[in-house]
């Protein structure tokens, strides 16, 4: 007990250490400087931060958790994100910097109006402080009072044990994301990230060793041998992610999440440049190309190990961490999950501050504000925001759904309709602030209709490529109605230089090509009936593609005014 003690105080002390040397220094009044840590962040430090912004508990146990359920077609939550990121990089991410942007609701105000900036920057601040932070806060305390048996040893029921580890996650987050900055957020991210990937690659090779009973090999024969059928990655209607799940919803949410969050984008808004931002997305877009192992394999590990004796799907890899990881491991662990869940918080409620400060307070409460003024008022509001997701956490307790299924589909209420207006300004020239008004107001309306009013029989993922097609040419109808009488030109604010870097093309290629392998690989382990079904399904979306590209060309050759 003693050296579990010492090695998660150490770890978490060293991360808390290194982080204060880095950044005492650091300019915290200015906008820049406390938001974006001064434009100076350098690929690495993008790369590890957005990795543990992204990577939490709501992954390792949601994930996992499915995975035990049902099979590993959940691996596309990670595996389509690789593809995502490689879209920031060569598309997106030029345009933020060359705009110079704090938030992404401030490149919306720049490209439409803004009013369509503090809708979106109020339906990013809802998302966080509703959905996100506490689904962040209550995996991380669930993973930690299982694997360090809190109630038993504090003498209280799992409730209270979970209520009380939720507080002090939160209190000790809030002091790197309110008072550091995101200086301090990123540097944080990079050292746990490093233990993260150690930590996290160690949990499913010692369930492999701990299978095959000394052997890594043997303990993935077995897997193979027994439960072929949950090494599946073409998921069948009935599972959590469809395959036909991965040309509407999974695209168009992960496509939102890495290339509009203002959670993860606020990463790459630091960078030096915009080659030096390329780099680090595309780096950690490889790393993300692990997630299937990380994250998705212990769960169906853990199912070979526990079988249905598990109440819960989330149950699956606290358990297994307990069962394989030896007690002197077992706080460092606990430290780089800790780092994990920290991460995770921070970084969303360090980008809420910013939202609230920068699009909130600046632009309708208090216009004359000075630099410092946002940056304290931002820490306020942080500071309550923090208050209000401990008091919401608990709640998740009793959701019925599994954790990380129930997070998304709530997600939805915003996050494709968002994507979708950006998107769409960023591709258009002529498209006015209405028609993005029109967009937000149906696809957030639509959505929640379909989820919690209407018995839709649909799956939440193709729900969400439905309602993206469908305002997408709302959006183009008003363009053509009612066309910007002068096109819409994105100036060049020369914050930093945006001189691309010259190998991102090829890096993103060799992504692309890496996720279509992972899946024709585990698509061996499906059932001929599967197969049969993504096939038609892949029949289906070339013609869907075709149809569209005509469709394009012949519009854009028909009417130069709207499209770019």
Request: glycine share 10%; charged share 15%; aromatic share 10%.
């Amino acid at each position: 007990m003693l050296i579990t003690i010492c090695s998660f105080i150490g770890f978490t002390g060293l991360v808390a250490v290194v982080t204060y040397l880095r950044v005492r220094h650091d300019d915290h009044e200015s906008k820049d400087g406390y938001f974006l840590g001064g434009r100076g962040l350098s690929a690495i430090v993008i790369a590890g931060s957005l990795l543990l912004t992204n990577l939490s508990t709501e992954q390792m146990v949601g994930l996992s958790g499915q995975a035990f359920k049902f099979n590993i077609s959940v691996m596309a939550w990670e595996t389509i994100a690789a593809l995502s990121m490689v879209i920031m990089a060569l598309f997106v991410l030029p345009r933020y910097l060359k705009s110079g942007i704090t938030t992404v609701p401030g490149f919306l105000e720049e490209r439409f109006d803004k009013a369509t900036r503090i809708i979106t920057s109020v339906l990013f601040l809802v998302g966080f402080g509703i959905v996100y932070l506490p689904i962040v806060l209550y995996s991380g305390a669930f993973a930690l009072i299982n694997l360090f048996d809190i109630p038993e040893r504090m003498n209280v029921d799992q409730f209270s044990a979970l209520c009380i580890t939720i507080v002090l996650i939160a209190v000790v987050g809030s002091l790197y994301a309110i008072h550091g900055g995101l200086k301090a957020v990123a540097v944080s991210d990079t050292i746990n990230g490093l233990g993260l990937l150690v930590g996290g690659l160690m949990i499913p090779v010692l369930g492999l060793w701990h299978l095959g009973e000394g052997s890594i090999m043997a303990g993935v024969a077995t897997l193979g041998r027994d439960h072929g059928e949950k090494l599946n990655s073409i998921g069948a209607t009935s599972d959590p992610v469809p395959f036909s799940g991965l040309f509407t919803g999974m695209i168009l949410i992960n496509c939102f999440y890495w290339c509009t969050n203002q959670g993860i984008v606020q990463r790459t808004l630091g960078a030096r440049d915009l080659a030096t931002g390329q780099k680090g997305i595309l780096i950690a877009a490889f790393i993300k190309l692990l997630g299937p192992i990380i994250l998705v394999l212990p769960g169906v590990i853990a199912f070979h190990l526990f079988g249905d004796s598990l109440e819960k799907g989330d149950l699956a890899y606290p358990r297994l961490v307990a069962t394989v990881l030896p007690s002197y491991l077992v706080g460092f662990f606990g430290a780089v999950l800790l780092g994990a869940i920290l991460s995770t918080y921070n970084s969303f409620l360090n980008s809420a501050a910013t939202l609230f400060s920068v699009d909130i307070y600046k632009e309708l409460i208090h216009e004359q504000a000075t630099e410092s003024q946002m940056v304290r008022m931002g820490k306020r509001f942080g500071t309550l925001l923090a208050i209000g997701s401990i008091c919401l956490a608990p709640s998740i307790y009793y959701a019925e759904e599994g954790l990380y299924q129930w997070m998304k589909r709530l997600n939805g209420f915003y996050n494709v309709p968002v994507f979708t207006i950006i998107a769409v300004g960023m591709l258009s020239k002529r498209i006015p602030p209405i028609a993005a008004k029109v967009a937000l107001l149906l696809g957030v309306t639509l959505y929640t209709l379909s989820q919690y009013v209407f018995d839709v029989n649909m799956h939440f993922l193709n729900v969400h490529g439905v309602l993206f097609v469908m305002n997408v040419i709302v959006m183009v109808l008003i363009g053509m109605w009612w066309p910007l009488e002068e096109p819409y030109v994105q100036q060049y604010s020369r914050d930093v230089d945006i001189t691309p870097w010259r190998f991102a093309r090829v890096t993103g290629v060799v992504v692309a090509v890496a996720t279509i392998a992972i899946y024709l690989y585990f698509g061996q382990f499906a059932p001929a009936e599967v197969m049969e079904y993504a096939k038609s399904v892949i029949s289906v979306v070339v013609v869907v593609l075709l149809v569209g590209a005509t469709g394009a060309g012949l519009w854009r050759l028909r009417s130069g005014r709207v499209a770019d």
